[in-house]
């Protein structure tokens, strides 16, 4: 995409500057993603943070079982498929064997903070020189609609009809606040797709979390909080709407922790774990 000089004759002679290029690691390939889905951008984000770090021909990502599983079919980089939820066992496995790669996980929020709960507070409690991205968009998108550990209180879904209720279902989980109290977690913040600044703040995020493992730091964790228009029975419009209000009333942006201050991010044996810093709004 180009930009023509105002007052230019013809577009053949006015001066061009160029504002936007694809990334190449961002594949063509039709979208499987239903109408207004966010995973579409998260995927550009990553393409275009990987190619300016020049990551694309170091990367080994995992993707586990959900909407997240296809993202091997729009970014040209390694990929390992893990079953529901172990994708940070996997990532493990790959950083012990390949210690020069650069890994990721990309992971739904059904796939992080419920199947693979354990997997994901483990690996952040080691302090896995992995990056971590996390869509959340509060249900579970792929197999219907069900109800997530993110889901809004009052939110309706197919196992839970007439709302979320706190008593019976338990309250929603602010997993990217649970895993920034761990010691080995160098990074983590929250960003969202809701608009255009958004996004932009939310790039930002994922290329600092890349950096942190550049920089032999240890776990790093980007929520992005997306939307879901066909399972939270919305149009694309409402969708974002709603994200913009009581999804991020629920979940605050910003950055939660930030240890990476140097290249080693590891606290020492026996250091007490610093309180994680207020999110910003």
């Known amino acids: 995409m180009t930009l023509h000089t105002p007052g230019s004759a013809t577009p053949a002679t006015a001066a061009a500057r160029l504002i936007y290029h694809k990334p190449d690691v961002l594949l063509d390939r039709s979208t499987h993603y239903c109408p207004g889905c966010g995973h579409g951008i998260v995927h550009r984000l990553l393409a275009e943070v990987l190619t300016e770090l020049d990551l694309p021909a170091h990367t080994i990502a995992v993707a586990p079982v959900g909407c997240a599983v296809f993202a091997y079919d ?13 994708a940070p066992a996997v990532a493990t496995g790959i950083r012990r064997v390949r210690p020069e790669a650069f890994v990721l996980t990309y992971q739904g929020d059904g796939d992080l903070a419920a199947i693979g709960t354990a997997e994901i507070v483990h690996a952040a409690a080691r302090g896995e020189r992995i990056t971590a991205i996390f ?8 197999t219907g609609g069900q109800m997530a550990p993110t889901t809004l209180l009052g939110q309706r ?11 019976l279902m338990g309250y929603p989980i602010r997993i990217t606040e649970m ?18 600044p958004a996004i932009g703040r939310l790039k930002a995020m994922i290329k600092r979390a890349c950096q942190i493992q550049l920089n032999s730091g240890g776990f790093a964790i980007v929520e992005a909080l997306s939307n879901c228009p066909v399972g939270w029975g919305m149009t694309p419009l409402q969708s974002l709407e709603h994200l913009k209000g009581p999804v991020v009333d629920a979940y605050p942006l910003g950055v939660i ?7 080693d991010t590891h606290p020492a044996a026996g250091t007490a774990c610093p309180a994680p810093s207020h999110p910003e709004a």
């Open 74 to 86: 729009y970014l040209n980089v390694d990929f390992v498929e893990a079953p529901h939820g172990r």
């Open 135 to 142: 869509v959340n968009n509060g249900i579970y998108g792929m």
């Open 157 to 167: 879904t197919t196992s839970s009809p007439n709302g979320r209720d706190a008593a």
């Open 179 to 196: 895993l920034a109290q761990l010691p080995g977690v160098a990074y983590a913040a929250r960003g969202t797709v809701a608009d255009v």
């Open 257 to 263: 922790v930030d240890r990476g201050l140097g290249a």
